[in-house]
T-cell receptor, first 111, second 115 residues
Framework: GESVGLHLPTLSVQEGDNSIINCAYS??????FIWYKQESGKGPQFIID?????DKRQGQRVTVLLNKTVKHLSLQIAATQPGDSAVYFC??????????FGTGTSLTVIP | DSGVTQTPKHLITATGQRVTLRCSPR?????VYWYQQSLDQGLQFLIQ???????AKGNILERFSAQQFPDLHSELNLSSLELGDSALYFC??????????????FGSGTRLTVV
């Protein structure tokens, strides 16, 4: 069946290093993707989005890359900080305009 | 503060009982979405309301129901509760209800524990 999934459930990085979180999707009709960050005890927060007509989008310290050929999405965080420790979800907008979320990757930043 | 308000923050109840979770969307948002997040699970879409009307259904059990009121707040009713219903329940809101070109704004969630 169709799914939005993440390659790794956990990721640990040293403070100051770059982090890369990956996400695979299987619905080729999806045209909009979002990365969310969820800190402990809080709801998901919007980080960055990308539309299917783009390959790359940059924000502040974050970059999202979209490879439609292999249906892969990645989130790159530059100079990772302790405050970046959280669970990161990719979300895929499918037909019907609902977002479907992956299971999440837990990022731990080691000081 | 995201602007989406959920109450209560925590809820502990017994199996077989019924509970109501409440959500007030961000000012100006017409759509409300309910999601369930179980341990080690992603966010499972339950149901969407737009301006008082049901717009879409996801993996919502028949024991669960929701509604959106004229003031746009929404309630999620969970009945005949089972241990497996223990989860975080999130409400999110957005301006649009049709072509949603932006992400959602999430509340802080209600943690439901069924004992």
């Amino acid at each position: 069946g169709e799914s939005v999934g993440l390659h790794l459930p956990t990721l640990s990085v040293q403070e100051g290093d770059n982090s890369i979180i990956n996400c695979a999707y299987s619905n080729s009709a999806s045209d909009y993707f979002i990365w969310y960050k969820q800190e402990s005890g809080k709801g998901p927060q919007f980080i960055i989005d990308i539309r299917s007509n783009m390959d790359k989008r940059q924000g502040q310290r974050v970059t999202v890359l979209l490879n439609k050929t292999v249906k892969h999405l990645s989130l790159q965080i530059a100079a990772t900080q302790p405050g970046d420790s959280a669970v990161y979800f990719c979300a895929e907008k499918r037909t019907g305009n609902q977002f479907y979320f992956g299971t999440g990757t837990s990022l731990t930043v080691i000081p | 503060d995201s602007g989406v308000t959920q109450t209560p923050k925590h809820l502990i109840t017994a199996t077989g009982q019924r509970v109501t979770l409440r959500c007030s969307p961000r000012s100006g948002d017409l759509s409300v979405y309910w999601y369930q997040q179980s341990l080690d699970q992603g966010l499972q879409f339950l149901i969407q309301y737009y301006n008082g009307e049901e717009r879409a259904k996801g993996n919502i059990l028949e024991r669960f129901s929701a509604q959106q009121f004229p003031d746009l707040h929404s309630e999620l009713n969970l009945s005949s509760l089972e241990l497996g219903d223990s989860a975080l329940y999130f409400c999110a809101s957005s301006v649009e209800g049709g072509q949603t070109n932006y992400g959602y704004t999430f509340g802080s969630g209600t943690r439901l524990t069924v004992v």
